[in-house]
Nanobody, 115 residues
Framework: QVQLVESGGGLVQAGGSLRLSCSAS????????MGWYRQAPGKQRELVAT???????NYADSVKGRFTISRDGAKNTVSLQMSSLKPEDTGVYYC?????????WGQGTQVSVSS
């Protein structure tokens, strides 16, 4: 079992920046995907960005060029640097870890972007 703990959410004005971090409770070995998803009020949870253990990146079209995902294998962490934030980026952001067929989620952290 793995616990994921997010931090770094908050309230920011449009055009601002935030950095989210997620720490895993134990060492994560190769062959997994870590990422971030978000859920806006009244909407389904959607993928924001993922990164594999070999560094392959995947971004939602809506965040390309504005968000950057990174991971530190030694520290078992994944981060999401968010810039040029828009009101439509508002939502609860969830850290995700996929190992084979198992999925793990963090508790979520709120990101609110005011116009």
């Amino acid at each position: 079992q793995v616990q994921l703990v997010e931090s770094g959410g908050g309230l920011v004005q449009a055009g601002g920046s935030l950095r989210l971090s997620c720490s895993a409770s134990r060492r994560i070995f190769a062959g997994n995907i870590m990422g971030w998803y978000r859920q806006a009020p009244g909407k389904q949870r959607e993928l924001v960005a993922t990164i594999t253990t070999d560094g392959t990146l995947n971004y939602a079209d809506s965040v390309k060029g504005r968000f950057t995902i990174s991971r530190d294998g030694a520290k078992n962490t994944v981060s999401l640097q968010m810039s040029s934030l828009k009101p439509e980026d508002t939502g609860v952001y969830y850290c995700n870890l996929r190992i084979a067929s198992s999925m793990y989620w963090g508790q979520g952290t709120q990101v609110s972007v005011s116009s």
